[in-house]
């Protein structure tokens, strides 16, 4: 098993910013890829981006494209998401999320994101 532990959620103005952190218990290369995904009140858990660890591509969600971006550091097991150019709708928990090569995942607890003037 596995502990993520997400970080850096808050309340943040329209066009501001914000990075969230997910350390994780372990070697991030256990992962056969890791991710942040997030859920707003009254809808389903959406994906925002996904990072693979052997070939280090990413994918995003259409809505935050341009505007949010994944990354680690491997020497501290941790993976980020930089949000930038925030939008109200980009109020939601955001969730740390792991897939293990069985096929096995891990979730965080998640971390509240408020965009809000």
């Known amino acids: 098993q596995v502990q993520l532990v997400e970080s850096g959620g808050g309340l943040v103005q329209p066009g501001g910013s914000l990075r969230l952190s997910c350390a994780a218990s372990?070697?991030?290369?256990?992962?056969?890829?890791m991710g942040w995904y997030r859920q707003a009140p009254g809808k389903e858990r959406e994906l925002v981006a996904l990072l693979h660890s052997n070939s280090g591509s990413t994918n995003y969600a259409d809505s935050v494209k341009g505007r949010f971006t994944i990354s680690r550091d491997n020497a501290k097991n941790t993976v980020y998401l930089q949000m930038n150019n925030l939008k109200s709708e980009d109020t939601a928990v955001y969730y740390c999320y792991a897939l293990f090569f069985n096929g096995l995942d891990s979730w965080g607890k998640g971390t509240l994101v408020t965009v809000s003037s």
């Open positions: 372990r070697n991030i290369f256990s992962f056969n890829n």
